[in-house]
Structure formats: structure tokens, C-alpha cells
């Protein structure tokens, strides 16, 4: 009865379709290169991003696009190894560059040592966030298996940040036990146990213990403490540095066979180089980073920093040694979930 | 049916309707293009493993109990959903009252919101500091961050498939059969089971099946909710995703596959019972 | 093949007739009740949420979320995929089922499994089997690239996934429906001497628009809220490759909670929108489908 009438809708319906299809822009500018990154960087990349395109344009007179994508850092690795044309990578693990440059080749297998500081323009380390007022008075590690504790952390299998926390946990246990790493070993057991949900990421760990209010205690990264502190609720949450952490170090690299075959290889090696500049460390200090040259940092970005002892991830032979042994399929954080538990 | 099928075999029964190999024919390149070519893929790749590494990757104990996890649940949740969703179609399509095409309109809601706002707002409701869980939190039940989170998450993405099979059917129940069973002296209730409800059944299964193979799959609004921990509340696609992570391409693709076999298995299985007793209770043709 | 029952005819006044084709009044008032209370519980309590979070800090905040750049773009984009997939979609829902209802061959069961497949198969694994498809590591993928053609990580790669994700909508919506239907109109149709064409422009057609409506805004919703495939496939450039749901993940998790539930909350009104219309079609056409419904 009304079938042209359905029949025009349908008509429509497409054209309408096809509107949506040619109203997509192509507005480029003369570079664009595209920064793939892990989740807690947001904010600082988003400062430091202006203030690089800012500097190549007065040096250069080009203007330059820096596209970001942010997400966990082994996603992200894997993106890049499927084909995302990153520019410049900065993850959360040496291990999510390593696995980029092992299955693509297009990054050398040297890239750490082609930048200062092991790559890591910036460092952070592992501290507690704990409710106001402390009310479980959580000082060290050690209070964190006590009976009436609840810990949040995320998953280590899914989240970089994860595995800094772990490894910091083992570090702290190791060194209070002499060395012994079947102490450090139960411990973390134990610690575990006190774990009742395992989110996929950092961020998702930060809102189940701020906006859902479980858990007594955040392992997270210091950065991240700092900007859920900020963002979340100044006064309803406090820090702790325990006595022992570990040195995380997010490091970066060049996508060489990416930028290369984008022309773009110059800008992007700036880009890094840029990092380290004053102004690059400035901003690493301001967005709670660790800088590699705190000479170059404001004095009270700097003074928010405790003192703590660091471990290094050479202390577990590095990523190459550490990665397979605690995080792979049938490893350690496996062994220590199992059934029955 | 049965009675020409003894002649002899045939593809099709004779039909003067036209445009079969048309209609067929666009299903069949579609659906390899789309669906059976991405998928073969993926069989490819788990293939390279061999047999016993295929085993070893895909029923080692942990595979096993997250497949167990997410069948378990899905069922759960499918049965929820079919008992609720019958019930609400039944009001949708035979009562009458306020804000019912509010309510009618709302329950396709799942389809559209993404699986991930589901899962926040859930969870939202169902923490202990939620609006739900702070009233069962003092009754010492916990939904958020269990596996019967999971079940709330599952039924929330899985009611529209029940009710959405459902009810086109129901509109088209004569309702000279039921004052026909009427006259023949039964009562609403036995109307209601012996008459109705067998002819439902095509449609209610489909929509079970259908929740149910949605419910196993489903990632997005699950892992807010679950708790996600080994053993306990980890579900198939969480542990295809670790395996991801750590870049264990052929583990994730051995469970992917598992979980594909045992789900097309199933949508088979019911399928098959439906087009049966489409022909055995079934409306129309 | 009477089919005179509509919802136009369940609303009329009760007669003697209802008593025999209805339920008591107290079975009524409970079914109605159980009904109702699980709907607030698992469809109108978390849409609430959504809305009462999108609002926590007014409309001006509201507004300004939506106007963001990059959720700006992500808008867009969202639109232009389900632009894409959906026709695409339609397209093949209506043949598949053709092809389904009106006939019966060996293995149409297994065929119908086949089309519900990618409802059971998870996003997750939705998202994986294009990126082994087109990845770098695959034959396909920088086989197209040194053409220019970017799969994943681009506009191609998300309508891939969405169309994957979709697929069996319009064709589940309207198989059932077209079994309902039966062949006979089409072969009076014929009979008279119409072209297959014809039949399925003026008999078919008509039958199953509503169906056929209804399959397309279910199918459109799904697409534009599909996340976890879309999430694989995409790439998350800011700006660039991030649909919706994927910009909503992405606010909530730099804590810009009303921005999250601000883009959320459009979404949702996006299929409140498109549903309220289709009610609106209905209400408007009534005594059209009662009559499509009656031949």
C-alpha cells in the first residue's frame, strides 16, 4: 500500500548515509605524527604537546600535529605491532617496546641505550593511597597483610602499572628478609590474598577504590596518586611513601620504520630529544613525574617527592629476566593463584 | 514435509516464489566475506598449534574454570532473562497501562548503550556504596565484584533478545485458539501452558539461545563488575584478552576458538530444536 | 492465516469475549507488577544513573562536554560508521531472510546458526579475528597497504567490525516475522501474473516494513554502541579513530566523570530518539499495519 513511501525512507536513509560518509574533514597539517602512549600520560602529553609544536614552529616554521592514543601499555604494543603507524612509542615496560621490536623489526633492538637514562625521560615509583586520616595506620608493606586490610591494585597480567606494584612489593619483602626471595615470594602470596577485585588498568583500580570506596589501600603510581589526589578528592585521600619502592621507569623510543617511511623521522626524534629538555623536564616535574634533571624542575614541584629507597628492576636482572619469570603464562603471579587458595 | 521427503533427495522443496539463488546467493557471499573468512582465520592460526598443544593451551585448569565462569553465568542469566522476558512481552503486548510505550520503547536500551556505561552504571548501582547495594550490603549480599555481579551485568545486555523474539509471536496468537481452548472447557492456566506457552517455545528458545550466546562472549560491562579475580570471577574473554597482554597469540586464539565451537554447538542444538517444533506447534506456514 | 490481533485490538474496551482470553484481574495486577519491577531494576535504575551522573553539574557542564573537539569528532565518526554498516546490513538481512522464510532447503538450520554466529561470539574475539585478518603479521594486510588502503587502525577496520558485530539484526528481526507470513500472498501475487520484483515491492514489502523498521533502529543502535570490537580495532588516536563509546571510556578515565556520562547519556538518547519515533510511525500508521496485519 505505502510501499513507495517505505521505499523513499529507505532512499533516504542512505543518502543520509552517504552524507555522513563525505562530511568526515581531511583537515591535515603539514606534519602530523602520532605519539602512542599508556594510560596515566594523558595529561602531562597534553601539556607537553603544545609546548613542542610551539618550539618547532618558532624553530622550524612548521607546524606539527601530535596525534596521541592512550590506553594499557601491553594493548598498545600490541596495536603497533598490528600495524598502528606510531611515530614514537612511550609505554609503561621496557618489555612492551622489547615485544614491538622483536615481532616488527622496526625498532632496533639497542633502542634503550639511544637516549639518556636507560630512555626514561622521566621515572615515578610505587607509593599507597590510603583514606583520610589513615584510619588502618598504614606505614610500610608490612601493614598491608594484617587481617583487617583490604588492598586494590590492578591486574598484573593486563596492567604495566601492575607489575611495577608487584615487583615493588617483592623488592620491599626481599630486602626484609635478607635477600630471600621464598620469603618474598610468600609474602606476596599473603598480600594477594588481601586483594579482592583485580581491575584491568590503573584508572579502573583508582575509581573502585575512590568512587566505589573499597578497599583501605591504592597501590598506585606515585603520579597517578598525585593527580587522583587533585582530580578526586583533595582531603579525602592521603599518601604514603612506604620505606622501600621500586624505580619505575616508562621509557620511550622512535618507531624507526614507521617514521621513516612517513618522512617524519626528524620531528619525531625532536620530539624525543625534547623531553629531556628544561622545559620537557619542567613539565614532567609539574604532572608528578620523577625528572631525569631535577636541576630543571621548580623547587615545589620537587619538594613533593619523598625519600625513598629505590630498588631498580636490575636488582631482578632486568625486564628481559623479570618479565618471563613473574609474569608469563605459568609464572609466579600465576603460581600464586590457584584453586582453593 | 515428511512425507515428500521420501520421494528423493532434494536441496530444496519445489516453490513458485522466485529469487532464490538471489537471495541465497548474496546470504552465502555476505556471510563468507563477513563473518566465515575473519573466522576461518582465526581457526588457522590455532590450528598451527597441532592437536596436543591446542589441548594443553585450551583446557589447561584455568582455561576451564573461566570457561566454566562465563557458561555458568550466561546460563543463569538466560534463564532470568527468559522467565522475566515471556512475563514482560505478555504485559507489553496484552495490557494496557500508563507509560507502557515508555517501557516498550526502553527495553531495546541494552542494545544501544554501550556495554562499558552499562557496566560503570551497574556497578555504580550494585557497589556496596550504591543505591541497590548499600540496601543489600546490611543483608550481608554482595552483587558487585561477585560472579552474581556477573549475572546482573549478563541479564541487563541479554533481556532484549528474549524479549524481542518473543513478542512479534505473541502479536500474532489467535486469539480464536484460546476461546476455542476455552470452550472446550480449559481453564486460563491450562490455556495458558498447554496452549501458549508450546507455541512460544520457537521463539523463547531462540531468545535464550541468543542471551545466552551473547552473555558468554560479553567483556565490555562484565570486568567492572566482576572483581576479575582467578578462579572466582575471571571470565573467557578477560583471560583471552591476558593472554593478549602477554602476547600469546596462539593461547588466545585456542580459547577463542573453544569458546566459538561450544556457542555455535549450542545456537545449533536449539536451532535445530526450534525449526522442529516450529513444525510441530508453530503458527502460520 | 487470520492475523487480527494487533495491539490496536489487545486495547480494546474488555467484552464478554476477554474473559475467556484473558487473565484475573489479581494475575493481571502481579505479572504487570513483577513485569514493571524488573525493568526499573535492570533497564530504568542504570539509565538514570547515566543521566543523573551526565547532569551532576548542570546542563552548561552538560553542553560543554558535548562540544569538545575530540568528542565532537567522535560523534561524527560514530555516525558515519553506522552510516556505513547499517545499509550495508539492511541490505543483507533482507535477502538472507528471503532466502530463509520463503523457502525450505537442507541445512537451513545451520545457515540460521551461521547468521546468529557473530551474536555469539565475543567482541573481544569480534575485534581479534580482523586484526589476524589484516594485521601487519598477516598476508592481507600489507598487501593493501602498499596500495594506500588502510584497514585497521581506520575508518575501514571500525565498519568492518561494526558490520561484523550487527550482522544478524535485520535478518533475525525479520525471519521469524516472514515465517509468520507464510508464502500465500506471494503466490497470489504471482498468480496474477506480478514480476518477483513486483511481489516483493507491493506484497512482501508492505508486510514486513515494520519489522523491517524495527531491525534497522536495533541494528543502528548496536552499531553505535558497540564497544569492545570497535576497541581492538581502532587504535584510540585521539581525535582521529575514537567512536563514542570509545570517548567515553576514554573521559572516564581521565576522572572527567560528567563528560563520561555526558557522551553516555547522548548515546542513549540517540536510541530513546529513534525508538520514540518509531512508536510516533506507529501510533501515526496504525490503521495501516492493522490492515497490512489483515491483508
Known sequence: MSSNGFAGMLKLALVVGSLQLGSIGLAHADTTILNVSYDPTREFYKDFNAAFAEKWKADTGETVTIQTSHGGSGKQARSVIDGLPADVVTLALEADIDAIAAATGKIPADWKTRLENNSSPYTSTIVFLVRKGNPKGIKDWGDLVRDDIQVITPNPKTSGGARWNFLAAWAWARNANNGDDAKAQEYVTELFKHVPILDTGARGSTTTFVQRGLGDVLLAWENEAYLALEELGPGDFEIVTPSVSIKAEPPVALVDGNADSKGTRKVAEAYLHYLYSDVGQKLVAKHYYRPFKPQAAAAEDLARFADVKLITIDDFGGWKEAQPKFFADGGIFDQIYKPGR | ?285 | MAHDISSASAAAPPSLVDAATSESRLARAVLTAVALGFVALFLLLPLTTVFIEAFRKGAGEFLAALADPETFSAIILTLTVAGIAVPLNLAFGVAAAWAIAKFEFKGKAFLTTLIDLPFSVSPVISGLVFVLLFGANSALGPLLQSYGLQILFAVPGLVLATVFVTFPFVARELIPLMQEQGTSDEEAALSLGATGWQTFWHVTLPNIKWGLLYGVLLCNARAMGEFGAVSVVSGHIRGQTNTMPLQVEILYNEYNFVAAFAVAALLALLALVTLVLKTALELRYSDEIAASRRH
Open chain 2, 1 to 285: 514435509m515428511a512425507s515428500r521427503s521420501h520421494t528423493r533427495w532434494r536441496f530444496r522443496q519445489p516453490s513458485v516464489i522466485p529469487g532464490f539463488g538471489l537471495a541465497l546467493g548474496v546470504t552465502l557471499t555476505w556471510l563468507v566475506l563477513i563473518v566465515l573468512i575473519p573466522i576461518s582465520g582465526l581457526f588457522w592460526r590455532s590450528s598451527g598449534l597441532g592437536w596436543s598443544n591446542f589441548i594443553a593451551l585450551a583446557f589447561d585448569e584455568r582455561t576451564l574454570n573461566a570457561l566454566a565462569i562465563s557458561f555458568g553465568t550466561a546460563t543463569i542469566a538466560a534463564i532470568v532473562n527468559l522467565v522475566f522476558g515471556v512475563v514482560l512481552a505478555w504485559v507489553l503486548v496484552r495490557y494496557r497501562f500508563p507509560g507502557k510505550r515508555v517501557i516498550d520503547a526502553m527495553v531495546d536500551l541494552p542494545f544501544a548503550l554501550p556495554t562499558a556505561v552499562a557496566g560503570i552504571a551497574l556497578t555504580t548501582l550494585y557497589a556496596p556504596n550504591g543505591w541497590i547495594g548499600s540496601l543489600l550490603d546490611p543483608l550481608g549480599i554482595k552483587i558487585a565484584f561477585t560472579p552474581a555481579g556477573i549475572v546482573v551485568a549478563l541479564v541487563f545486555v541479554g533481556l532484549p533478545f528474549v524479549v524481542r523474539t518473543v513478542q512479534p509471536v505473541m502479536e500474532e496468537i489467535d486469539r480464536e485458539v484460546e476461546e476455542a481452548a476455552a470452550t472446550l472447557g480449559a481453564n486460563r492456566f491450562q490455556t495458558i501452558t498447554r496452549v501458549l506457552l508450546p507455541g512460544l517455545l520457537p521463539a523463547g528458545l531462540t531468545g535464550f539461545a541468543l542471551a545466552f550466546a551473547r552473555g558468554v562472549g560479553e567483556y565490555g560491562s562484565v570486568i567492572f563488575i566482576a572483581g576479575n579475580l582467578p578462579y572466582v570471577s575471571e571470565i573467557a574473554p578477560l583471560l583471552i584478552v591476558i593472554r593478549l597482554e602477554e602476547f600469546n597469540y596462539p593461547a588466545a586464539t585456542a580459547i577463542a576458538a573453544v569458546m566459538l565451537i561450544l556457542s555455535f554447538t549450542m545456537l545449533l542444538v536449539i536451532n535445530m530444536i526450534q525449526a522442529w517444533s516450529r513444525r510441530r506447534y508453530g503458527y502460520g506456514s
